[in-house]
């Protein structure tokens, strides 16, 4: 199947926001076996959208259209997608209830323009929005396939993965398919690791193996084209274990959706330990990465962010005469910290950072190098001396992440 | 002058790579008053750019190709464009003699396919590339003007602004320049502010006025088309002046780089005062927001993270039996948070967040439900109940942006 993504907004051709949805859209539908042949980004313009409608119906089977769907003037992909096809707008009941519940929830006045977000084409299937208001739609005629989704990112994304996905596999089911498994690793960079597999990787033909680096992380989504799911996988179990024999010690978990966060804070739940951290340079980064996860309050009660040398004395009660020596930037903080956060707040795990996130250098430490203290009851407290590269941001980023492995590590005794 | 961007490469249309080009040359482009109506990617296909190039021709009068200048075979960019305007390929002498310096440099043999990378149109400009070896060209014929660039950004980027955007300017000079200002605003949603500018927006002309939702706030890009920058700033300041009349109550800052924090850090620093938090749903974020913006240590020695009962109890010194008659997520709660933290970290400012971020409800309150909390030293405390919406993420997303403007409007006097 052809397919092609048209982004509307002007936004976007005047360079303020980036189409990430045209690259987070074409993975999706590679995954399914739909080949993309085009992105356009066009206008808030009906003339200009208009034509290129009609050139994109002489050349792809699918058009999936991002953007444009909101409450104001300038979104108008639904109306000019309903002129195209010759049907009306019609207002979505399910969609009409959502809306004024949000209102109503909010406790602010609905003006009437919220409507036009919740209209779809006459005659399409409506796509709800969790995320948000407007409504997405599928809509098929004897000449062509049109997806219409939100331009948010957080509201196109689960809308395409949660309803569109699923729909699009029902309508347009392929003999072949693809069954893709994705693997994820902490602790190698992506070089490392395509030179590590790269005899697999050139002999490669199914399944496929494609590498992905994303910050911190990087990701390997073996994929295998196969008539039924049982051949599927043994192909993918004999894959992954050529990929584990090579690079295993990296590997932490599955899925395009899991995260380190999360398989950490599943092993605490499951092994009943709890964790708490004192946090410098990254200033409540690491606690606000395990308050992402639902649930996570059976394991974390909570823990301190103790920015300045003052805080670190006061509120851990840790001798600040120490540091008069070692600094705060040093081996001995991060385990004063971790070990003095663990008393205190009487959990099982305790996390400490502390380190230098720039621009500039701090006690004559560059740049980048981070402290990381690991206490745990019962055990000897472990710290590792960091160099994280790049800003400032990644640098935290960088430092939350290794925080995380020391923990899974620990909890599985691969320290 | 009317302009279009057409990025080629495969990569792109398998969701490996986002096109970053288009934004970059896009915001480059429109401030030097040429209008960009579309961006295209299309893959390493001879036929299908071709295509592409016979439509470009009928529609735009600047055609920008971004990519497939490498060694490889699939980069064939300018042997399309060469056959499309019916030109043969030369060697460039200058690429030449970089190309061998470069391959001496680093002892190691070239290649013959690299030679591929200096050729340029014959009778167009070569461009040379400081930054890789892939020569770009500005070919222009009485059909239309080309512009070739490579891929990669960081070959793209220096060869844009250095060598390109000057020749641009010379041989399509314009005598009207577009001059924006971005106003950003936090507490109306996008629907409210463009209704309430509803009149202003219908009837913009010049200066024009595009609102663009980002999570939690919305910003007003307003750009005028001028002949110099003195009438530029003349029409923006009076176009702004009639928005502030209109919505100036959410105004917060300027800038499309800008952000609430920023604002509220630099607040802070003006006046000399300092803040902490107690975070119980944000878990972290609010102070991990914070500690983004570098030197604001200056400011914020640290905070605490009370996420259980227990934890409000023993680092914040409250008397927990308190809880037992209004629970953890009131009013009462948030009150006596942020109070205890203003005492025990001795700042003028101390911000407390208690609710549901869910996905499940809290003592019989709904998602969403949030106190936040505003202790400030001789001051009485401020504390407002939130009813937010979305997912766990949004809404503790929300919560942090409603604390930092309540932290900025106290600042300002404007609670």
Redesign the interface.
């Known amino acids: 199947m052809r397919a092609e993504i048209i982004a509307v907004g002007?936004?976007?051709?005047?360079?303020?926001?980036?189409?990430?949805n045209?690259?987070?859209?074409?993975?999706?539908?590679?995954d399914m076996g739909i080949e993309?042949?085009?992105?356009?980004?066009?206008?808030d313009n009906p003339k200009?959208l208009e034509e290129l409608l009609q050139?994109t119906d002489t050349r792809s089977e699918l058009i999936v259209l991002c953007g444009g769907l909101?409450?104001?003037?300038d979104d108008l992909t639904k109306n000019v997608l309903a002129d195209h096809v010759g049907v009306p707008l019609v207002q979505n009941q399910e969609g009409l209830v959502a809306l004024k519940a949000?209102f109503e929830?909010?406790?602010?006045t609905m003006?009437p323009?919220?409507l036009r977000q919740i209209e779809t084409l006459q005659g399409g299937l409506p796509l709800p929005n969790?995320?948000?208001l407007a409504i997405g739609c599928l809509y098929k005629n004897e000449k062509n396939n049109y997806l219409l989704l939100p331009g948010?990112p957080?509201e196109l994304k689960p809308m395409f993965l949660e309803q569109a996905r699923p729909l699009l596999e029902k309508e347009f089911p392929t003999t072949e398919r693809l069954t893709s498994r994705v693997l994820r690793f902490f602790g190698i960079g992506e070089s490392r690791l395509v030179t590590e597999l790269a005899e697999m990787i050139e002999q490669q033909s199914n399944p496929t193996i494609?590498p992905?680096a994303k910050p911190n992380e990087v990701t390997l989504r073996i994929t295998a084209k196969t008539e039924d799911e049982i051949s599927a996988n043994a192909l993918l179990d004999q894959t992954e274990a050529e990929i584990m024999a090579k690079v295993g010690e990296f590997f932490y978990g599955y899925g395009e959706e899991n995260s380190l966060v999360e398989v950490v804070v599943s092993l605490l739940k499951e092994n009943q330990l709890s964790i708490t951290?004192a946090?410098s340079?990254?200033?409540?980064?690491?606690?606000?990465t395990?308050?992402?996860v639902?649930g996570?309050?059976e394991v974390?009660?909570?823990?301190?962010?103790?920015?300045?040398a003052?805080?670190?004395a006061?509120?851990l009660g840790i001798d600040s005469t120490l540091f008069d020596h070692v600094g705060v930037v040093s081996e001995e903080c991060a385990k004063l910290m971790a070990e003095a956060a663990l008393q205190?707040?009487e959990t099982d795990y305790a996390v400490s950072f502390t380190g230098v996130?720039?621009?500039?250098k701090l006690e004559d430490k560059a740049k980048g190098t981070v402290y990381i203290g690991l206490a745990q009851k019962g055990k000897a407290t472990i710290v590792t001396e960091n160099h994280f590269t790049r800003d400032?941001?990644y640098i935290?980023h960088s430092a939350v992440m290794k925080g995380l492995d020391m923990v899974r590590r620990s909890i599985l005794n691969k320290n």
Chains 1, 2 share one sequence.
Do not use: I, M, W
């Not at 085009?38 to 206008?43: A, E, K, P, R, S």
């Not at 929830?105 to 602010?108: D, F, K, L, V």
């Open positions: 002007t936004e976007l051709l005047l360079g303020q926001v980036v189409n990430t045209a690259t987070f859209l074409s993975e999706k539908l590679a993309v042949y085009f992105h356009t980004v066009v206008g200009r050139l909101g409450p104001t003037d949000f929830q909010r406790q602010s003006t323009n919220n969790r995320t948000g948010p957080s494609a992905y951290a946090e340079l990254t200033a409540g980064e690491f606690q606000a395990l308050g992402r639902p996570v309050s974390f009660p909570g823990g301190f962010v103790t920015y300045s003052a805080t670190k006061n509120f205190r707040a996130a720039g621009p500039d400032r941001s935290r």
